[in-house]
């Protein structure tokens, strides 16, 4: 080195690296990086006493205590940040949006009703992603761990888009693997995403049975997304897996048939043009008030039933304690079900509404009020696994009509065989599922991240 770079090593060495790069002047604090200053580990006087013992040292000191532009050293605290966990649950657990979670914590921590962090609406929205891609990696792991899945799905249109959820189930546990966005509502377009999905997921080894709606666009004879499904396992070296037809779609469809045959009043889209329909829509208020109430209904275990499909199986139970005693018995009057025509159980709903309220209906309605709460509810309320017993007594029930449609749809659709899986023959998975990604809809505008607040409504895996 030359004379004047070795002068300056001399300095800095002194100094503890303090002197300056192109003078004998000792650099501010304020143009040296936070991460290189020194902390204080000495007092203020310790560092007098072994400052006074240098010379040099000492100078250099004297030449700080007249510059104005020296900061004192401080210990530099690093910055600590919100845990968003807690945060991220209301997210994926109660449907909120990022800004409401941020404003649900800082109401609470401000409140003192809990010790909660209040981080801010971006912190939380990057530890919900953070989350969704921790889901993926372990939905990942059980897929390449467990191979017996039951594969469910089901769409809606949201936004004038057509939207596709995607769920396995197996018998212990449920996965809701992706929410797909389609170009149109076509099984070709459904299918080409679905498969997108399933490749990005590994999943196709895993999945030995398909439980969906009976729709035209699902079981399409040749260019349903069940047979281009199929293929696609061929395609890969793997078996075909089994298809059954979700059994709560096919009652649907067998009542729909057998009310038009006992009620041929023809019904259009989307609503249910029943005569009685539509004077129950009309006076249900009214026609409350004049049933003669009698005695009460037997109470019967409710296998978890909600809102319309709780109403149905009250009302199933009322029919048949009426009939057992002759007398009408209490009814507690609910919401009237969706009229819309893909909710066929609705009109079994309206079918015993029709019999209690509408006395002129009731010789009408009498042989099919008589077939819902008997065969059919007692396959509608079933654990839906297939057993012999209930397939004779659902076909003794049909065959009694005499109507053809219901025959067929009912021989055509339910698989009399058991299931490779344990694992209910309905697609009420898909159909919840679709109703977390309406609630997720109402609160996320963006597919991306759409897809991965469905994915973090898997709580537990």
Request: net charge positive.
């Amino acid at each position: 080195m030359s004379s004047e770079d070795k002068h300056l090593y001399e300095q800095q060495i002194e100094s503890k690296g303090t002197v300056g790069y192109t003078t004998s002047k000792l650099a501010p604090m304020s143009t040296i990086h936070p991460s290189k200053r020194r902390k204080l580990v000495q007092s203020s006087v310790e560092k007098t006493a072994v400052v006074a013992s240098d010379e040099s040292v000492q100078e250099t000191e004297g030449e700080i205590s007249h510059d104005d532009d020296f900061i004192p050293e401080v210990e530099v605290k690093r910055k600590k940040y919100q845990r968003t966990r807690s945060a991220a649950n209301l997210v994926t657990k109660y449907s909120l949006s990022t800004r409401q979670a941020s404003r649900v914590c800082t109401s609470l921590a401000d409140e003192g009703a809990a010790e909660l962090p209040t981080p801010s609406q971006s912190g939380i929205w990057k530890g919900v992603i953070k989350e969704g891609r921790r889901k993926i990696a372990e939905i990942k792991l059980i897929l390449q761990r467990e191979n017996d899945f039951c594969l469910h799905f089901d769409g809606k249109r949201l936004s004038s888009k057509e939207y596709e959820v995607v769920c396995l189930q197996s018998p212990s546990r449920k996965l809701n693997l992706g929410i797909i966005v389609c170009e149109s509502g076509s099984a070709e377009d459904i299918f080409s995403a679905m498969k997108k999905l399933l490749d990005d997921f590994d999943a196709w080894k895993s999945i030995k049975m398909i439980v969906c709606d009976t729709t035209a666009v699902n079981t399409g004879r040749r260019n349903g997304i069940i047979v281009r499904l199929n293929k696609e396992f061929e395609r890969k070296g793997l078996s075909r897996p089994q298809y059954v037809g979700c059994q709560h779609h096919i009652l649907d469809l067998i009542l729909r048939h057998l009310l038009d045959f006992c009620v041929p009043t023809p019904s259009k889209k989307p609503n249910i043009n029943y005569d009685f329909v539509d004077k129950i829509c009309s006076q249900y208020e009214n026609l409350q008030t004049k049933y003669t109430v009698g005695d009460e209904v037997p109470s019967c275990e409710n296998a978890g039933w909600r809102s319309d499909f709780k109403f149905l199986f009250e009302l199933c139970e009322a029919y048949k304690a009426y009939k057992k005693s002759g007398k009408f018995p209490k009814i507690k009057w609910r919401k009237l079900p969706s009229l819309h025509s893909a909710r066929w159980n609705s009109r079994a709903t309206f079918a015993l509404l029709a019999y209690f309220l509408l006395p002129e209906h009731r010789d009408q309605l009498s042989n099919i009020c008589n077939f819902i709460s008997t065969a059919w509810a007692s396959a509608w309320f079933s654990n839906q696994h297939f057993t012999e017993n209930a397939f004779k007594e659902l076909h003794s029930a049909i065959a009694k009509f005499g109507c053809q449609k219901s025959m067929k749809c009912f021989q055509t659709h339910w698989v009399k065989e058991l299931s490779i899986i344990d694992v209910p023959r309905s697609n009420i998975v898909a159909e919840r599922a679709v109703k977390i990604m309406e609630d997720i809809h109402s609160t996320c505008k963006s597919d991306k991240y759409r897809n991965i607040k469905f994915l973090n409504s898997n709580l537990q895996l």
